[in-house]
């Protein structure tokens, strides 16, 4: 069964950039979606967009564009940038594997932006 | 983007009584519905797709049903293991949007 693992600063700086990996177990990154969702505290869930391995990627409209999604293949883990973060972005942020469903995922990880 | 209204927001329960809740989509979406668990502290967990299908794995205690706009996902015989949040998503439209939550415990 495919494990996934996030890993990255729990804290960034406002109008920093916040940087996230997701390591991949027991799957191949190749021929495969993985997406990328969030949820702020005391808030739902928000999709924030997918990439593919080939190096297709869609973000969500919401992102107005902060968002760069990439795969390291010979890695098998794939990444997610998040510039001109502000205090909205705080909040646990999960990869998973999967395009508009994610069907397995990472327990997540906690990033604050705070100065 | 699609809305998507879940209620109740919380609710308690009786080891095996029934639960039921029920997820709105701002639009018709077919049956582009996903019902996820997601327990403290642990990944969330994919159980039903399709609206009503059960994902390999997942007890057939858990069930799912609607269309369109309206659907509903039911626990028949609420066990402990099942105190949770549950959230429906949408996958019909991108971006994909997820329903509020509900929060299932013990009474």
């Known amino acids: 069964q495919v494990q996934l693992q996030e890993s990255g600063p729990g804290l960034v700086k406002p109008s920093e950039t916040l940087s996230l990996t997701c390591a991949v177990s027991?799957?191949?990154?190749?021929?495969?979606?993985w997406s990328w969702i969030r949820q702020p505290p005391g808030k739902g869930l928000e999709w924030i967009g997918y990439?593919?391995?080939?190096?297709?990627?869609n973000s969500n409209p919401s992102l107005r564009g902060r968002v760069t999604l990439s795969v390291d293949t010979s890695k098998n883990r794939f990444s997610l940038d998040l510039t001109s973060v502000t205090a909205a972005d705080t909040g646990v942020y999960h990869c998973?594997?999967?395009?508009?469903?994610?069907?397995?995922w990472g327990q997540g990880t906690l990033v604050t932006v705070s100065s | 983007d699609i809305q998507m209204t879940q209620s109740p927001s919380s609710l308690s329960a009786s080891v095996g009584d029934r639960v039921t809740i029920t997820c709105q989509a701002s639009?018709?979406?077919?049956?582009?519905l996903n019902w996820f668990q997601k327990k403290p502290g642990k990944a969330p967990k994919l159980l039903m797709y399709?609206?009503?299908n059960l994902e390999t794995g997942v007890p057939s205690r858990f069930s799912g049903s609607g269309s369109g706009t309206d659907f509903t996902f039911t626990i028949s015989s609420l066990q402990a293991e099942d105190i949770a949040t549950y959230y429906c998503?949408?996958?019909?439209?991108?971006?994909?949007?997820f329903g509020g939550g509900t929060k299932v415990e013990i009474k």
């Open positions: 998973a594997r999967g395009k508009a469903t994610p069907y397995d």
């Open positions: 639009q018709d979406i077919t049956t582009s």
């Open positions: 027991g799957d191949s990154i190749t021929n495969n979606y």
């Open positions: 998503q949408q996958y019909d439209n991108l971006p994909p949007t």
């Open positions: 990439v593919h391995s080939s190096g297709t990627t």
């Open positions: 399709g609206a009503s």
